[in-house]
Antibody
Framework: QVLLQESGPGLVKPSETLSLICTVSGGFTNNYHWNWIRQPAGGGLEWIGHIYTSGTTYYNPSLRSRITMSLDTAKNQFSLKLSSVTAADTAVYYC???????????WGQGTLVTVSA | DIQMTQSPSSLSASVGDRVTITCRASDNIKTYLSWYQQKPGTAPNLLIYSVSTLQSGVPSRFIGSGSGTDFTLTISSLQPEDFATYYCQHSYNTPRTFGQGTKVEIK
């Protein structure tokens, strides 16, 4: 059974950088994409980007200039940094796994990040 | 980017009803289409992938169909635990995108 768990600050000030970590247990193996997806309160799902097990990244063009993703295979973790945040970045952030053109089969429980002074 | 458009955005139905949700892609996504169910306060749960393949453990009352740009999720006989929000999502290319969701409410 694969488990994903997000962690990080729940409150970030405007203009600062949001930093989250996803810890994977039970299957941090090769050939998967490790994704970040977010959902504002009462809203839909927005794919932020993913990092492949090789370290290759692909970011949503709408957020690309502000995103950095990285991988720490020794710790079975991958991370998200989103810079210059505003209130519009307030959302529940999920990490999730997919494989090539297959869907997101495992998700973390999600973590709420609020951007506020 | 490929846009995914779901309809309706919400619907009211009774237990036992047959419910249909549609999803249209702005470009041909072949069969790279999945459906998720989300209940309040929880992560989305994968129901169907590759248009019509049920994820392990998903009841057979959930039926997916379609190809190319037009897809459908049918719940053949709505059960109390099916009241939730449903999202379609393509995995044809990146960026991955989701439909805006369809909320299924109790009539």
């Amino acid at each position: 059974q694969v488990l994903l768990q997000e962690s990080g600050p729940g409150l970030v000030k405007p203009s600062e950088t949001l930093s989250l970590i996803c810890t994977v247990s039970g299957g941090f193996t090769n050939n998967y994409h490790w994704n970040w997806i977010r959902q504002p309160a009462g809203g839909g799902l927005e794919w932020i980007g993913h990092i492949y097990t090789s370290g290759t990244t692909y970011y949503n063009p709408s957020l690309r200039s502000r995103i950095t993703m990285s991988l720490d295979t020794a710790k079975n973790q991958f991370s998200l940094k989103l810079s210059s945040v505003t209130a519009a970045d307030t959302a529940v952030y999920y990490c999730a796994r997919d494989y090539y053109n297959f869907p997101f089969d495992y998700w973390g429980q999600g973590t709420l990040v609020t951007v506020s002074a | 980017d490929i846009q995914m458009t779901q309809s309706p955005s919400s619907l009211s139905a009774s237990v036992g009803d047959r419910v249909t949700i549609t999803c249209r892609a702005s470009d041909n996504i072949k069969t790279y289409l999945s459906w998720y169910q989300q209940k309040p306060g929880t992560a989305p749960n994968l129901l169907i992938y590759s248009v019509s393949t049920l994820q392990s453990g998903v009841p057979s009352r959930f039926i997916g169909s379609g190809s190319g740009t037009d897809f459908t999720l049918t719940i053949s006989s709505l059960q109390p635990e099916d009241f939730a929000t449903y999202y379609c999502q393509h995995s044809y290319n990146t960026p991955r995108t989701f439909g805006q969701g369809t909320k299924v409410e109790i009539k």
